[in-house]
């Protein structure tokens, strides 16, 4: 998992540069968990779901793809 404050716009320059994200889903945003508990209880939880992402890993990713991935995130912070 990867947090950025700008997570949301982070995504979005990402994806336009070519590369994939996803939001996460934390345990208390699924359905079975979420009617049982009170998400403010879980303010790690919370803060995961607003700001972290994840990237794509396989087998067919290289050194280059990481470095990619990383030069595209230190422009976008650049940028703010």
Do not use: W
């Amino acid at each position: 998992p990867f947090f950025h404050l700008h997570r949301d716009d982070l995504m979005m320059y990402l994806e336009k540069k070519g590369i994939t994200t996803r939001t996460i889903m934390p345990l208390i945003n699924q359905p079975y968990i979420r009617d049982k508990i009170d998400s403010r209880d879980y303010p790690m939880a919370l803060y995961v779901q607003e700001k972290g992402l994840l990237f794509g890993c396989h087998q067919d990713l290289k050194r280059k793809d990481l470095h990619l991935i990383v030069k595209t995130i230190e422009e976008f912070n650049d940028r703010s």
